[in-house]
């Protein structure tokens, strides 16, 4: 496989000429969210569910660069006033290469006074950018980090020993102050328009919606090769990744963490200008099973394959899923969209409501827009999710649908059901950001009490086996079954924008959460200050 990679590498290095194409575009969901009228307007076909946009995608690539040209202003000239307010630090253009670097500072002071706690980030971060030719393009970013976060993330960070959407606390859970680094790097290469190809470590996400139940940008980044193919109005993704599993015994220190591999078909068919069907399944395996051997499975590799097939003539021992999505513009300025995964399920059981153990399932519906009640560049949108217990998990978790200690879908893992709702105004170069969770889900419960077999597992946790259900029963598995806890969250930012280009802002946030059942009742008030700049999604609303 690294043979691949190098060679992939330099032939993309050496036939990068001549195709147009925009740049590579990080994904930020409140960025992504701002440019709604342009993604679905029923005047286009675009194909709105893969993020992040891909170079080729010349019309939504424009739309997001416009964000930020919008914000320019022209009438004033001085060299330091461009570099503070419209430009990159550093920008080189040539007609055959274009390339431009930035510093990304995150500094934030905050004080959760539910706890009585004082929290901080210090992130030091850049992003280098750019294109090669007209068919190659490039991006990279670093942080280096440190920071005392709220107790309830604090109390995450302890127990799984990564730092939410990115990697390992360096030193572990003896000390307050965390310490992490953080890095992507992407490689595409647009042969004409029908073919993409990219390399990258970084993360992927599918969808309309503010989540994904079929693949999600939650987990920290992984390494990849995907192919995008367009013909005329289809866009079929095949995406290879390698993830780690941090729970599974190492099999020596020279190998580092225990590693799996994922490969996943998204077909995305827009049939009119109005409604779009995707079709998804993917597979993750073990890279070795207890003989040490296995590794790499060429029997993936064929990018057209139905995935269902070969993993049931390698004797089924893989974690398979399947999914659908589905977007309907009904408005002009109203969009319905949707998502189902199947991860197990027995035909005779889907329907029989008897709570059979391994009719594995999610679903998303919701509803997105732009200029609600006739109110220019306010965006919302409203969603549903849910996922069956066990949904995700598998016999150990070296096969289940996660990386790094985190779900590859919902944050939640399963055994949920979520309502969620998001708000966005921009005027000039003031945003206004407001987001709520309401949820419900079983846990495992924390108590002998409650649980006098504290091994048995309820189905939240995706991490642990399915082979562990309560009472070892096959029947009467119901959602939100285990420990019942209610939660929410409120979220509201208001920032203004310094520079479009490294999305560099002064921001004010609040954020209210509340996790409670009959073991414990835990509370967050938390508000934060900062200097910010990053494309980053950092999800801390679980």
């Known amino acids: 496989m690294k043979q691949l990679f190098a060679f992939l590498i330099g032939f993309l290095l050496i036939t990068s000429q001549a195709y147009s194409q925009g ?12 440019i709604n009228r342009d993604l679905y307007t029923p005047l286009t076909r675009l194909h709105t569910s893969i993020k992040p946009i891909l ?13 930020s040209n919008r914000l320019i202003d022209t009438t004033k000239k001085s060299w330091v006033y461009w570099k503070l307010f419209n430009e990159h630090l550093v920008q080189i253009e040539k007609e055959d290469f274009n390339v431009y670097i930035d510093i990304l500072p995150d500094f934030q002071i905050g004080r959760d006074g539910a706890n009585n706690h004082t929290t901080w980030l210090y992130s030091r971060g850049y992003q280098i950018g750019g294109n090669i030719g007209k068919k190659f393009s490039f991006y990279t970013s670093g942080y280096e980090n440190q920071g005392v976060f ?30 992490w680094a953080y890095a992507t790097a992407l490689l595409n290469y647009t042969v004409n328009k029908h073919f993409s190809f990219t390399l990258g470590q970084d993360k992927n996400f599918i969808g309309d919606g503010y989540r994904s139940m079929i693949l999600s940008d939650v ?29 599974s015994p ?27 069907l995707g079709f998804f399944d993917a597979i993750i395996w073990q890279n070795s099973d207890s003989t040490g051997r296995r590794g790499f499975d060429v029997s993936y590799i064929n990018p057209i394959i139905f995935l269902r097939t070969v993993e049931g003539l390698n004797g089924s021992p893989d974690n398979a899923l399947i999914g659908f999505t589905g977007k309907y513009k009904v408005l002009r300025k109203l969009n319905i969209y949707g998502q189902f995964v199947l991860d197990e399920f027995t035909a005779k059981e889907l329907f029989s409501n008897s709570g059979y153990w391994a009719n594995k399932y999610g679903v998303q519906l919701g509803v997105n827009g732009y200029n609600i009640f006739h109110v220019s560049s306010l965006n919302y949108l409203l969603e549903y999710n849910t996922a069956r217990p066990y949904t995700y998990s598998q016999r150990k978790s070296i096969l289940n649908y996660g990386h790094y200690n985190q779900p ?10 979520e309502v969620l709702t998001i708000w966005n105004y921009s005027i000039k170069r003031w945003n206004l950001y407001a987001q709520a969770n309401i949820a419900k889900y079983g846990l495992d419960p924390q108590s002998g009490d409650y649980n006098p077999n504290l091994n048995l597992s309820y189905g939240k946790d995706i991490y642990e086996s399915y082979e ?42 609040s954020a209210f959460r509340k996790e409670s059942n009959v073991q414990f009742n835990n509370k967050t008030n938390w508000i934060t200050f900062g200097l910010r700049s990053s494309f980053r999604n950092l999800y801390q609303d679980f």
């Open 250 to 276: 190492q099999t020596s220190y020279e190998n580092g963490n225990r590693k799996k591999w994922g490969v996943f078909h998204y077909l995305d068919w827009n049939v009119n200008n109005r409604l779009s």
């Open 408 to 417: 590859l879908a919902h944050p939640f893992g399963a055994n949920f059901r």
């Open 219 to 247: 987990a920290t980044n992984y390494p990849f090769f995907k192919i995008a193919t367009t013909l005329g109005n289809v866009k079929y993704l095949n995406i290879w990744a390698q993830f780690q599993d941090l729970r």
């Open 23 to 34: 740049g590579i575009q990080p994904y930020s969901f409140s960025q992504y969210q701002r």
């Open 55 to 67: 170079p080729d995608d010349i019309y939504s690539c424009s739309a997001l660069d416009s964000v």
């Open 150 to 179: 709220p107790v309830y993330l604090n109390e995450f960070i302890n127990k799984n020993g990564i730092i939410p959407g990115l990697v390992n606390d360096k030193f572990g859970p003896g000390r307050k102050v965390k310490d």
């Open 468 to 509: 562990n259900r309560i009472d070892g029963r096959t029947y009467g598995h119901r959602t939100l079954q285990g420990l019942k806890t209610d939660f929410l969250y409120l979220d509201t930012r208001l920032s203004y924008l310094i520079n479009p280009k490294t999305n560099l802002r002064i921001e004010l946030g």
